[in-house]
C-alpha cells in the first residue's frame, strides 16, 4: 500500500519540482568546493625569541599586515566579538533565522540594503570569497556555503578564521595584527578595554579606524563593554575604569630587533611562516643596543659598520644575532646598514692561527712552547711581515699565537704544509675555502681566505664544545683517542627547526686545551689599547684579527659557555687607519661578555708529566740547564728533545771554543750552551739581553770557523748619496751593492733597523731613503754583520 503511494507522488510533477527545489541546493552545498585554501596564504612573516616573543616582522608579499593565524583565540576577544557580532554562534548552523528576518525586514523597509544579518560564519565566508558585491544571489549563495562551513569546520576553527582574517582597518588584517599595529602588544596581553576597541572593528573598519571617527568608534567601545559587564565579564566599576582609557591613535612601529635574521629567514624559505628563533629575547636587545651605540663612536673615524653574535656552546644555538648596526636607529642611511655582516665573506686576517696551532700540536710537529723561527722569510715570492714590521729571531710557539706574530705561523704553515690546513679546515667548518689549497699558499694564515662571522663563530664553538665533552680526562698516562669522544664543529643554530649537531670532531681536546690557555694571553705588545684591563676582567680565551688594508677587524671570544663573535668596519670595505681587531672590535666583545656568565679555567692537565727545556720548549735534553714540568700525551712527545742545547769545548778562560786538534784536552772546559741558528741569533739578542752568542773559535784553531765574510761595494764608509729623481718627478732608487765570499749565501738587508729585504748571488738592493744620515746593516746566514752609516743628501 506504502510502495503504491510513494509510486504515485514520483509520477507527480509537483512532486518532482518539490524534490528538485530541495535537492539542488543540497548538491550545492556538498559538491560545490569551498575555496581551497580557505584564505590566501599571503602572511607576514614573524620572528620570534626562543620563548614566543616577537623580535620582529615583514610585511605580506601583497602589502598586508597580516600575521600567521595563532593557536587560539584569546578568552577577552572571544566574549567580546561574540556579544558584539553573534551572541548565538555556538547556537546557530552558519545561519541566523531570527537575524536573517530581521535584515530583510530592515532592508524592505529601507528600500535598499542596510544589513546582511550575517553571523561570524557567514562573514568568514563572505571574506574567503573576496567580498564579493553585495546582491540577494550573492547572499543567498553564501548562506549556503555558510552551512557547508559549518559542516566541516568545527565552530572552534570557524572562529579562529574569523579572528585571523578579518580586516581592522588600512592594511591592518587579523587580531595578531591588530594587536601589536595599534597597541603594541600580543593579543593575549590586552586589557578590556583594548580587547573591545579592537572587537567593534572588524564590522565598520573604515569608518572607526583608529586615529578618526573616535566619538563613533569610543560610543562602540563603551556600548560594547557594558555587555560585557551585563554578561558578567567584568563588574560596574571595572567597565568604567576600562571606558576612561583612550583609544587607539596612530599605528605603532613593531619591533625591530633582529632585522638581519629575519631577513635571513626569508631568504632561506620562511616567509610567511612564524620563524621561532633560538635567541634570547633580553639579550639580544642588550647586544644590538650595544652594536648600535657603539656603531655611533666609531663612526666619528668614518666606520660605519658593526656585528655582533652570542653562541651558546653547549647547543650550537644562537643567543643574539645582530647583523649590522643602525646607530641611532636610523634605518635610513647609505652605509651598508641593511647587508648582513654575519653571513658576509671577509679576509680573518689572524684569526685561523689557533686552528693551525692546533692541528700542529695534534700532528706531533709542535709542542705547546716549542721555539718558532721569527726572520725574515720568502717564499715563492711571499714575503710576511709582522704587524708592528720587527723581528724576534725565535719566539715560543703560544706566544707567538697570543702576541698574533704572523712570521712565525708561517714558518709553521710551510712545515705543517697549507695542502693539510686547507682540508682542516674544511673539515671543521670552513665551508667558504671553495678554491684549491694551491689558491691561497701560504697566506691562507694571514688571511688569504675569505670567511665569515658565522663560520668562524662555528669552528671555535665547536672547539670549544669538542673540549667541554671530553670524557675521561687521564691523569699521569698517555693520551688515547679512545678517552676522546667528538662532537660537531657545525651547523650553529638559529631556529628551532633546525637539525641536530653533527658528531664529527676533527682536533683532539689537549690540543685544544693548549690553544685556549695561549688564547687567554692574547696581547699586542705593539699597541697599547687597554686590552689587558678587559681580559684581566673578564677571563675568556680570545683571538682578534685584522684583515690587509685596515679594512676588517675582528674579535672572536670565549668561555666554557658562550662564544661572542665580533666584526667591525665598513661594508663597502673601505679601510680606515686604526681599524684593527684589539682596537676596534675586542671592545665591543668585553662588553657583550659583561652580559654573560660563564668562565674561562681551561687548566686541566692531560697525559704524563715530562720534563721540559724553557729556553726552547722542547724535551728536555741531557745539556738543558733549566726545566720545567708540563703535562703533554704521548702523541706530542715523539722526536721532540732539544737540540739547542750543545756541549762546548772552551779553553781555560772560557773565552774561546776549541777542540783536540788544536788545544790540549786535559786543559778544555766543557759547558753547556743554548745556541740558535744564527740569524735567529742576531734577531734574538735585540729581545733578550741575556742571550749569549757562543764564544769565537781560539785562533789557532780559526779552521774549525768556517764563517765566510762579506764587504759593502756601495756605499763606502762616509759615502754621501745622492737620490735621483725620476721623469715623472717622484724620487727613485738609489742602489747599494754588497759582495760575500759565498754567493750563494742570503743577506739580510736593514735600513736604520728596520728589516728591508734580502739578496742571494747578485747582492743589490734599491733604497730611497729621507734625506739625512742612515746607518745601513747586512747580516748573512751565519750571523755576521755588517755596519755601515751614509748619508743622503737633500
Not at 557580532?85 to 547556537?91: G, L, M
Not at 647609505?334 to 685561523?352: E, W
Not at 784536552?665 to 753547556?672: E, L, N, T
Amino acid at each position: 500500500m506504502a510502495g503504491s503511494v510513494l509510486i504515485n507522488l514520483l509520477q507527480r510533477k509537483w512532486f518532482k519540482w518539490m524534490v528538485a527545489l530541495f535537492t539542488l541546493p543540497l548538491s550545492l552545498i556538498l559538491f560545490y568546493p569551498l575555496p581551497s585554501p580557505l584564505f590566501p596564504k599571503k602572511y607576514a612573516t614573524l620572528l620570534q625569541s626562543s620563548d614566543g616573543q616577537l623580535l620582529g616582522a615583514r610585511i605580506s608579499s601583497d602589502g598586508q599586515w597580516r600575521f600567521p593565524p595563532a593557536d587560539s583565540v584569546p578568552q577577552k576577544f572571544e566574549a567580546a566579538i561574540l556579544l558584539f557580532e553573534d551572541e548565538y554562534f555556538h547556537y546557530h548552523p552558519g545561519i541566523n533565522p531570527v537575524s536573517l528576518g530581521r535584515a530583510v525586514w530592515q532592508n524592505i523597509r529601507s528600500g535598499k540594503i542596510v544589513s546582511g544579518g550575517s553571523t561570524l560564519t557567514m562573514q568568514t565566508v563572505r571574506m574567503a570569497l573576496e567580498n564579493q558585491e553585495r546582491t540577494y544571489s550573492q547572499k543567498i549563495w553564501e548562506l549556503l556555503l555558510s552551512i557547508k562551513l559549518e559542516l566541516f569546520y568545527s565552530k572552534e576553527e570557524i572562529l579562529q578564521l574569523y579572528t585571523y582574517h578579518a580586516p581592522f582597518g588600512g592594511n591592518v588584517v587579523g587580531l595578531s595584527a591588530a594587536s601589536w599595529r595599534y597597541f603594541g602588544r600580543p593579543p593575549y596581553q590586552l586589557s578590556w578595554a583594548e580587547t573591545a576597541a579592537l572587537a567593534v572593528l572588524p564590522n565598520s573598519p573604515s569608518s572607526v579606524f583608529p586615529g578618526k571617527n573616535e566619538i563613533t568608534f569610543r560610543h562602540k567601545r563603551d556600548a560594547l563593554l557594558d555587555k560585557l559587564s551585563a554578561k558578567g565579564c567584568l563588574t560596574s566599576d571595572e567597565a568604567l575604569l576600562a571606558k576612561a582609557e583612550p583609544l587607539p591613535g596612530k599605528v605603532k612601529p613593531l619591533p625591530n630587533d633582529a632585522f638581519h635574521l629575519l631577513q635571513r629567514a626569508e631568504k632561506d624559505g620562511l616567509a610567511g611562516t612564524i620563524v621561532q628563533s633560538t635567541l634570547d629575547f633580553a639579550l639580544q636587545r642588550h647586544v644590538k643596543e650595544k652594536t648600535d651605540r657603539y656603531s655611533e663612536q666609531l663612526a666619528y673615524n668614518e666606520i660605519h659598520n658593526a656585528a655582533a653574535i652570542v653562541i651558546d656552546i653547549a647547543s650550537g644555538e644562537t643567543l643574539a644575532y645582530v647583523g649590522n648596526s643602525f646607530p641611532n636607529g636610523d634605518e635610513t642611511n647609505n652605509h651598508g646598514q641593511f647587508v648582513d655582516v654575519i653571513t658576509a665573506r671577509r679576509s680573518p686576517g689572524s684569526l685561523l692561527k689557533p686552528f693551525l696551532y692546533a692541528a700542529a700540536l695534534d700532528d706531533g710537529i709542535l709542542l705547546p712552547k716549542e721555539l718558532l723561527p721569527d726572520i725574515p722569510l720568502f717564499y715563492r715570492g711571499f714575503a710576511p711581515q709582522n704587524f708592528d714590521k720587527k723581528y724576534r729571531g725565535a719566539v715560543a710557539a703560544d706566544e707567538a699565537l697570543a702576541s698574533s706574530l704572523n712570521v712565525p705561523f708561517v714558518f709553521l704553515l710551510r712545515e705543517y704544509g697549507y695542502e693539510k690546513l686547507h682540508q682542516k679546515l674544511q673539515q671543521i667548518g670552513m665551508r667558504s675555502l671553495d678554491k684549491p689549497a694551491n689558491h691561497y699558499g701560504l697566506s691562507l694564515i694571514l688571511g688569504g681566505a675569505e670567511s665569515t662571522l658565522w663560520e668562524l663563530s662555528g669552528m671555535f664553538a665547536g672547539m670549544a664544545r669538542a673540549l667541554n665533552n671530553f670524557q675521561d680526562r687521564p691523569y699521569n698516562k698517555g693520551y688515547s683517542t679512545a678517552d676522546y669522544r667528538p662532537n660537531s664543529y657545525l651547523p650553529l643554530k638559529t631556529t628551532k627547526q633546525e637539525g641536530d649537531l653533527e658528531t664529527n670532531g676533527f682536533l683532539a681536546a689537549p690540543s685544544i686545551l693548549y690553544a685556549f690557555q695561549a688564547m687567554q694571553q692574547l696581547r699586542r705588545p705593539e699597541e697599547m689599547s687597554g686590552a689587558e684591563m678587559y681580559g684581566s676582567y673578564r677571563p675568556i680565551a680570545w683571538k682578534t684579527g685584522t684583515s690587509h688594508g685596515f679594512r676588517d677587524a675582528w674579535a672572536i671570544g670565549l668561555n666554557d659557555r658562550y662564544l661572542v663573535g665580533v666584526w667591525v668596519g665598513n661594508a663597502d670595505s673601505e679601510g680606515r687607519p686604526g681599524l684593527t681587531g684589539i682596537r676596534s672590535a675586542s671592545p665591543l666583545m668585553f662588553s657583550i661578555f659583561e652580559l654573560l656568565g660563564g668562565d674561562a679555567t681551561f687548566d686541566e692537565p692531560f697525559g704524563k708529566m715530562v720534563s721540559i727545556c724553557k729556553e726552547s720548549g722542547l724535551l728536555a735534553g741531557e745539556y738543558c740547564t733549566e726545566t720545567t714540568g708540563s703535562n703533554l700525551p704521548d702523541y706530542m712527545l715523539q722526536g721532540k728533545r732539544c737540540t739547542y742545547h750543545h756541549l762546548l769545548h772552551l779553553d781555560q778562560a772560557e773565552k774561546h771554543q776549541v777542540s783536540s786538534a788544536c788545544y790540549a784536552v786535559d786543559k778544555m772546559h766543557s759547558k753547556p750552551w743554548f745556541v740558535l741558528p744564527a740569524v735567529q741569533a742576531w734577531y734574538y739578542k735585540q729581545y733578550h739581553a741575556n742571550y749569549k752568542e757562543p764564544p769565537p773559535f781560539l785562533s789557532s784553531c780559526a779552521e774549525q770557523n768556517t764563517n765566510g765574510f762579506m764587504e759593502l761595494i756601495y756605499p763606502r764608509e762616509f759615502t754621501k748619496v745622492y737620490v735621483p729623481v725620476e721623469q715623472d718627478g717622484k724620487p727613485g732608487l738609489a742602489i747599494f751593492e754588497a759582495a760575500h765570499r759565498n754567493p750563494a749565501s742570503t743577506i739580510y738587508w736593514h735600513l736604520d733597523e728596520v728589516y728591508v729585504g734580502s739578496t742571494n748571488f747578485i747582492h743589490q738592493m734599491g733604497f730611497h731613503p729621507e734625506p739625512g744620515p742612515h746607518m745601513l746593516t747586512l747580516v748573512d746566514e751565519e750571523g755576521n754583520e755588517l755596519k755601515q752609516g751614509f748619508e743622503v743628501l737633500r
